[in-house]
């Protein structure tokens, strides 16, 4: 089955959860985290009946977090989203009947991009960084004409944050949004193969 692979994830709901035990160690800031919705494209080419290899970017909305801190000033207002660009091999199982199911792996770098409002000051701080990761995985197409299939998808990235207790003076910010580095992204697509 040579052929280009294009897909576009329709709905993708992105999850980040806070990360609690970063949280507890800084006993700053309660860890930043949410849920949104984002859009994924895919591409790339089959190298066998069995092996495929796409490019992927994930592009979600900001989901907003309140972290609660000890600073008498009050709560810090975090709207954020980490957009993803992964290199992914597809390992194709088997069909069953019009079910094609994949596993999924790869590199991915992913940019990190927050704005921050505090009570009492003017304007917004935004933090923005580029940092590694990898991506895994499971597609499971339904084919529902000749080229093209519906796909439910999963995808479960794990992102280079950067933690407090490891870190110097310039990255100390991002430390202290205090993410989680799983990232959980399940979806729906359509998938086009020409």
Known sequence: MKGTLRQVALAALVVVFPNAAAAQEQRLYAGAGGTTVGVTAEAGGFLSRTVGVTFEASIPARFDSVQETRDPGGPTDNQHRDIVLSGLFHSHLPSVGRLRAAIVLGPSIA?????QTYPGYRGELQLTRWTWGVTL??????????????????RVDWIDRVHLDTTSFPDVPYALLGLSSWVFRPGVGIRATF
């Open 137 to 154: 995985g499971a597609d499971f197409g339904i084919q529902v004409r000749r080229n093209v299939a519906v796909v439910p998808q999963i």
């Open 111 to 115: 940019y990190e991009d927050t704005v």
